[in-house]
C-alpha cells in the first residue's frame, strides 16, 4: 500500500454528474478497493494502471486551505448549488481517521454559511463522527452504499471498506440523529434478477433503517472497468461470469427495474431521479491498462 501527502492545485471542482455543481475530492485513490470501481481510470493522472486501484491513496493535505479560497468565490454563498463528496474517491476511509481533511471541508462549508446542498456518499462509519457538522450545515445529506444484505458479499467485492450489516447501523444512527440521508443500491449485483427474495431482503432492511430516499444505479461494465473486475474474479464459477456479462442487456435491466418500482412502493421509499440510472457515458470511457 502506497500513501503519500500531496498538494492539490484546485478542490472544488465543477462537476457534469447531472444534479451536482461541484466536487470535493480530499484524497486520489482509495483503500476500499471495490472490485467493480469506475474510478479506477484516476490511475492514468499519477502514472498507476486500473490494476493498482486500491494500492494507493494520496491525501491532498492543501484541501482546506484551498476550500477556504474557493468558496468565497461561488455568487450568493452557494444558493442552489450542490457540492458532492466524493465523486471517485470515499471521504470517509481510513486515511480520513487521522487526516480529518474531509472533517475540515465540511467544517470550513458550514462555518462560510454556504447556503446551497452538501451531499455526501460513503460505505464507511467513520462518517457518524462528523454528525455535530452536518447539524450545522444548511442543507446536508448523507447516503451510505448498501449493496447487499450480506457481509461475505460486501467482503468479496468491496474488500476493505466496512461491512454492509456496519453502513446499515450507520444509516439508522443517522437518522436517529434527525440528518437526512439516502442509500445507494449501486451497483445492483446481477444476482438480484434471480434471486427477488435477496433485493426484497435490502429494501426491508434499509427500510427499517429509517431512510427513505434510495438511489438505485445498474452495473456498469465499461471495459476497463470489466477488466479488472473479471481479473479480480478470475476464480470464480464461469456461470456467475456470465450473469454479470448478461446484466448489460436492456431485458434484464427492465426485469430488475420493475422489481426495484414495486419494493419501493412496498416500502414506501422515494426513488431518487424517479429512475434507476445506467451511465451509457462511462461506458465510452476508455480503456486504461
Ligand atoms: S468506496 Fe467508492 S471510491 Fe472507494 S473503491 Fe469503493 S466504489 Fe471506489
Same mark, same amino acid.
Given at each position: /500500500?502506497?500513501?503519500?501527502?500531496?498538494? !492539490?492545485?484546485?478542490?472544488?471542482?465543477?462537476?457534469?454528474?447531472?444534479?451536482?455543481?461541484?466536487?470535493?475530492?480530499?484524497?486520489?485513490?482509495?483503500?476500499?478497493?471495490?472490485?467493480? *470501481?469506475? !474510478?479506477?481510470? /484516476? @490511475?492514468?493522472?499519477?502514472?498507476?494502471?486500473?490494476?493498482?486501484?486500491?494500492?494507493?491513496?494520496? !491525501?491532498?493535505?492543501?484541501?482546506?486551505?484551498?476550500?477556504?479560497?474557493?468558496?468565497? $468565490?461561488?455568487?450568493?454563498?452557494?444558493?442552489?448549488?450542490?457540492?458532492?463528496?466524493?465523486?471517485?474517491?470515499?471521504?470517509?476511509?481510513?486515511?480520513?481517521?487521522?487526516?480529518?481533511?474531509?472533517?475540515? *471541508?465540511?467544517?470550513?462549508?458550514?462555518?462560510? @454559511?454556504?447556503? @446551497?446542498?452538501?451531499?455526501?456518499?460513503?460505505?464507511?462509519?467513520?462518517?457518524?463522527?462528523?454528525?455535530?457538522?452536518?447539524?450545522?450545515? &444548511?442543507?446536508?445529506?448523507?447516503?451510505?452504499?448498501?449493496?447487499?444484505?450480506?457481509?461475505?458479499?460486501?467482503?468479496?467485492?468491496?474488500?476493505?471498506?466496512?461491512?454492509?450489516?456496519?453502513?446499515?447501523?450507520?444509516?439508522?444512527?443517522?437518522?436517529?440523529?434527525?440528518? $437526512?440521508?439516502?442509500?445507494?443500491?449501486?451497483?445492483?449485483?446481477?444476482?438480484?434478477?434471480?434471486?427477488?427474495?435477496?433485493?426484497?431482503?435490502?429494501?426491508?432492511?434499509?427500510?427499517?433503517?429509517?431512510? $427513505?430516499?434510495?438511489?438505485?444505479?445498474?452495473?456498469?461494465?465499461?471495459?476497463?472497468?470489466?477488466?479488472?473486475?473479471?481479473?479480480? /474474479?478470475?476464480?470464480?464459477?464461469?456461470?456467475?461470469?456470465? &450473469?454479470?456479462?448478461?446484466?448489460?442487456?436492456?431485458?434484464?435491466?427492465?426485469?430488475?427495474?420493475?422489481?426495484?418500482?414495486?419494493?419501493?412502493?412496498?416500502?414506501? /421509499?422515494?426513488?431518487?431521479?424517479?429512475?434507476?440510472?445506467?451511465? &451509457?457515458?462511462?461506458?465510452?470511457?476508455?480503456?486504461?491498462?
Amino acid at each position: /500500500m502506497e500513501f503519500k501527502e500531496i498538494r !492539490a492545485k484546485n478542490i472544488l471542482v465543477r462537476c457534469g454528474i447531472p444534479g451536482i455543481d461541484y466536487v470535493i475530492n480530499p484524497y486520489i485513490g482509495c483503500r476500499f478497493a471495490c472490485k467493480y *470501481c469506475y !474510478a479506477s481510470f /484516476m @490511475g492514468r493522472f499519477v502514472d498507476k494502471t486500473i490494476y493498482d486501484w486500491g494500492e494507493y491513496v494520496y !491525501a491532498k493535505v492543501n484541501a482546506p486551505e484551498l476550500l477556504n479560497k474557493e468558496i468565497k $468565490k461561488l455568487k450568493n454563498k452557494g444558493r442552489g448549488k450542490e457540492i458532492f463528496l466524493s465523486s471517485v474517491t470515499d471521504p470517509y476511509q481510513g486515511a480520513e481517521g487521522d487526516y480529518k481533511l474531509t472533517r475540515q *471541508c465540511l467544517k470550513i462549508l458550514a462555518d462560510y @454559511g454556504f447556503e @446551497g446542498v452538501v451531499s455526501i456518499l460513503t460505505k464507511s462509519n467513520l462518517v457518524i463522527r462528523d454528525i455535530d457538522i452536518f447539524k450545522k450545515l &444548511k442543507h446536508a445529506i448523507v447516503g451510505l452504499t448498501v449493496t447487499s444484505t450480506d457481509d461475505g458479499i460486501s467482503r468479496y467485492f468491496e474488500k476493505s471498506a466496512p461491512a454492509v450489516s456496519v453502513r446499515l447501523k450507520t444509516l439508522k444512527i443517522l437518522n436517529e440523529n434527525g440528518i $437526512k440521508t439516502y442509500a445507494f443500491i449501486g451497483p445492483l449485483l446481477p444476482h438480484f434478477v434471480a434471486e427477488s427474495d435477496e433485493l426484497e431482503k435490502l429494501f426491508k432492511e434499509l427500510s427499517e433503517t429509517g431512510t $427513505k430516499d434510495i438511489f438505485v444505479e445498474h452495473l456498469n461494465l465499461a471495459k476497463y472497468i470489466r477488466n479488472r473486475l473479471f481479473e479480480e /474474479m478470475k476464480d470464480v464459477d464461469q456461470e456467475i461470469l456470465k &450473469k454479470f456479462y448478461s446484466s448489460q442487456s436492456k431485458s434484464y435491466r427492465v426485469e430488475l427495474e420493475e422489481k426495484i418500482i414495486k419494493l419501493i412502493k412496498k416500502y414506501k /421509499m422515494n426513488l431518487l431521479k424517479d429512475m434507476v440510472i445506467f451511465h &451509457k457515458e462511462f461506458q465510452k470511457l476508455k480503456n486504461n491498462e
